[in-house]
């Protein structure tokens, strides 16, 4: 499939780096949890505890790991955060009690959150004139390599001694030792020079800390998907309950042979938040379907599911495109880095909150809640074109004073 692959060089480095990444990360997402529960018998309300003290501090970790890559070079920087996971990751052998759990945990998470803001100056550098493609192909490889991992992690539950869990999270390791090692592969990153003023632009540039909000709030569509679907169908449907891996699977399908597709004619910050506000009727239109679903025949329930998946999918291909590009767009080259640390707290917050959110309001409140959920994304989608057009009012004037910083240090050298 040589057509499906970028051009030999810099791209194909990146894109065969990440899908490494993704079959170890596959392999945790499936089976990470039921490691320390079954494996290290760690309760289960103590597994969750420290997955979120991991999730809070991954949140500000990304941000600053973002200012050094731009800083420093951003591929030593990302093979660092690959290498720092693959220990922490090797670590989990160790975390015999609660606290060796913690710290494992916080630092893998720390340092994929880390590793996320400290990719985008590369994915920047070398995606060419339109690097948001690029990403919108690095997410369908994202899905291939995940969707490996989580077949390989299958095994391992079936199995389910402490020896298969052992060798997943070796394997695990391996694969983001193996990741920063194909990383290192590629040609340095000039590092950008620091300029006088404030040193944390994006925490002060509001209407991008105003697209973080919004993104994090369309980011709950994740949960809905991955949480609320499975739980409603096996509390309040009659469909099968082998559904629930037929839906993944029709999602993942979509995504890997549609994102590139749907990410072309989003070319512009003004087309980015039309896609969101495309999006946002999309995740409405779903959360209807999949409400109807309750008290009904079987295979009604499933076709409807199924019909609802799909519409969420088309939706997730529109946001996910829309985030690629305003926030690319929208940050500074010269702090690519940290403006996307700063935009992957919005998609942290939801990791975080989105799950108790979702759990309330589609499966605890029942068919009214599907509505409110779905009317909370139109209106964010809604939202979306007013933000955007604030910020481009604003990309004017910071460009002048980022082209004003780096005239006075060229005359000061």
Not at 179 to 195: F, G, Q, T, Y
Not at 272 to 279: C, I, Q, V
Not at 364 to 374: D, F, I, Q
């Amino acid at each position: 499939m040589p057509h499906l692959l970028p051009a030999p060089g810099p791209q194909r480095t990146i894109a065969a780096s990440n899908f490494v990444y993704t079959v170890g990360s596959g392999l945790y997402l499936t089976a990470g949890v039921l490691y320390f529960t079954q494996a290290v018998h760690l309760p289960a309300p103590h597994v969750g505890l420290g997955l979120g003290i991991a999730g809070l501090l991954s949140l500000a970790v990304g941000i600053a790991v973002g200012h050094l890559a731009d800083r420093r070079g951003a591929r030593g920087v990302y093979a660092a955060t690959l290498a720092v996971q693959a220990l922490a990751t090797a670590g989990f052998m160790l975390a015999d009690g609660f606290w060796p759990f913690v710290v494992a945990v916080c630092a893998a998470t720390g340092a994929k959150g880390a590793g996320l803001a400290a990719r985008s100056p590369l994915i920047r550098h070398h995606g060419g004139e339109r690097p948001q493609e690029f990403r919108a192909y690095l997410r369908a490889v994202t899905n291939i390599g995940i969707s490996i991992g989580a077949v390989l992690a299958g095994w391992v539950v079936q199995v389910g001694t402490h020896g298969a869990y052992q060798l997943m999270v070796v394997g695990n390791a391996l694969a983001f030792a193996a990741s920063a090692l194909i990383v290192l592969r590629l040609p340095p990153v000039v590092p950008e020079p620091a300029a006088g003023g404030p040193r944390w632009i994006a925490l002060r540039d509001r209407p991008y800390l105003a697209l973080t909000a919004l993104d994090g709030v369309m980011a709950i569509q994740f949960k809905v998907l991955t949480v609320a679907v499975p739980l409603w169908l096996i509390a309040a449907t009659e469909a099968p309950h082998w559904l629930i891996s037929g839906a993944m699977l029709l999602n993942t399908v979509v995504v890997v042979t549609c994102q590139m597709r749907a990410s072309r004619s989003i070319d512009s910050p003004a087309a980015g938040a039309l896609a969101y506000r495309r999006s946002g009727f999309a995740f409405l239109l779903a959360c209807v379907l999949v409400s109807l679903t309750q008290d009904i025949p079987g295979w009604a329930a499933a076709t409807l599911l199924l019909a609802g998946v799909a519409v969420h999918t088309i939706g997730e291909l529109w946001h996910a495109a829309a985030g690629f590009e305003v926030s690319f767009a929208l940050a500074p080259e010269r702090a690519t880095g940290q403006y996307l640390g700063v935009f992957g707290l919005g998609a942290g917050l939801a990791e975080a909150a989105g799950p108790a959110l979702v759990i309330f309001l589609c499966i605890t409140w029942g068919r009214p809640g599907w509505y409110v959920m779905g009317v909370l994304f139109a209106l964010t989608g809604l939202a979306a074109p007013f933000v955007v057009r604030w910020a481009q009012r604003q990309r004017p004037a910071e460009r002048a004073w980022f082209e004003g910083e780096r005239a006075r240090s060229t005359a000061t050298t």
